[in-house]
Nanobody
Framework: QVKLVESGGGLVQPGGSVTLSCVASGGPFEEYAMDWYRHVPGGKRELVAQITQGGRTYYGDAAKGRFAISRDNAKKTHFLQMSRLEPDDTGVYYC???????WGQGTQVTVSS
C-alpha cells in the first residue's frame, strides 16, 4: 500500500526559508512524477511544483524563482525548498503522487513574524 509522509513544516519568519520532505513507501517511486500542492486559507488547493521521473521540473506561478523541487530516488523522497517566504505562503502543503492520486497528510507552513 502506498503511503506518503511529509515533514519539515512549521513557523517561519517572512523572508525565511524552509525545506519540506516527502517520503514515499509501497510503490515504484522512481518511475513516476511527484508533486507538491498547497491549500492556503480562503483559497483552493493549488499545484506548487512538479518533478518528473527524469528530473524535469514545473512550477506554479507562486513558486517561480523562490521554490525548488528535487528528488532522491534512492531514498524515495522528494523535497520542496522554499525561500523568500511571504505571509501569503502560509498554508498546508501536501505531497502528491499524481499517477495514483495519492496524497500525504499535509504539513502546515506558517509565515509570520
Amino acid at each position: 500500500q502506498v503511503k506518503l509522509v511529509e515533514s519539515g513544516g512549521g513557523l517561519v519568519q517572512p523572508g525565511g526559508s524552509v525545506t519540506l520532505s516527502c517520503v514515499a513507501s509501497g510503490g515504484p517511486f522512481e518511475e513516476y512524477a511527484m508533486d507538491w500542492y498547497r491549500h492556503v486559507p480562503g483559497g483552493k488547493r493549488e499545484l506548487v511544483a512538479q518533478i518528473t521521473q527524469g528530473g524535469r521540473t514545473y512550477y506554479g506561478d507562486a513558486a517561480k524563482g523562490r521554490f525548488a523541487i528535487s528528488r532522491d530516488n534512492a531514498k524515495k523522497t522528494h523535497f520542496l525548498q522554499m525561500s523568500r517566504l511571504e505571509p501569503d505562503d502560509t498554508g498546508v502543503y501536501y505531497c502528491h503522487w499524481p499517477w495514483f492520486d495519492y496524497w500525504g497528510q499535509g504539513t502546515q507552513v506558517t509565515v509570520s513574524s
